[in-house]
């Protein structure tokens, strides 16, 4: 929990450097836990499944320009609710940092709202941890992963 409250702070730092600075400045997407079920080098891939398709871009708070390459790693419980290797996929944004990832509608496991995992790493950036919670019936998310510069 600490370590969220200390990138939450650093991302607003970052913001309100770039904002006094005179850069443009996009406010950078908010870190959420990891969670116990992270494992790297997961097998490159956009489709995990079917059922909610999630899009965007990833750019750079500081100056909000895309991120080619930046890798996103994605990896979410299967409709039963349960971890498994087919629901865990890497891949690559685009030149533009656009992304298209689709994958099953994760089930739902005890204390938790149904949710999907990501992390998206490129060169120069802070690694970003957080996670989506689609709504029931919710078939499309888009959304941007705005990194911070080192």
Known sequence: MARVLASAALILLATLSARVEGRPA????????????????????????????????VTTAKGC????????????????????????????????????????????????????????TAPGHRPLVTQLYPRPGQAAIETDFVLVAD
């Open 26 to 57: 996009c406010a950078p997407t908010p870190p959420d836990m990891l969670g116990p079920f992270y494992e790297p080098n997961a097998p490159e891939r956009s489709v995990t499944g079917r059922g909610i398709t999630i899009t965007g871009r």
């Open 65 to 120: 320009g895309p991120v080619p390459g930046a890798l996103i790693e994605w990896w979410s419980a299967n409709p039963r609710g349960d971890y498994d290797v087919e629901h865990r996929a890497a891949q690559r944004a685009d030149s533009a940092g656009r992304y298209r990832y689709e994958t099953d509608v994760p089930g739902r496991y005890p204390g938790r709202p149904v949710h999907v995992h990501v992390r998206v």
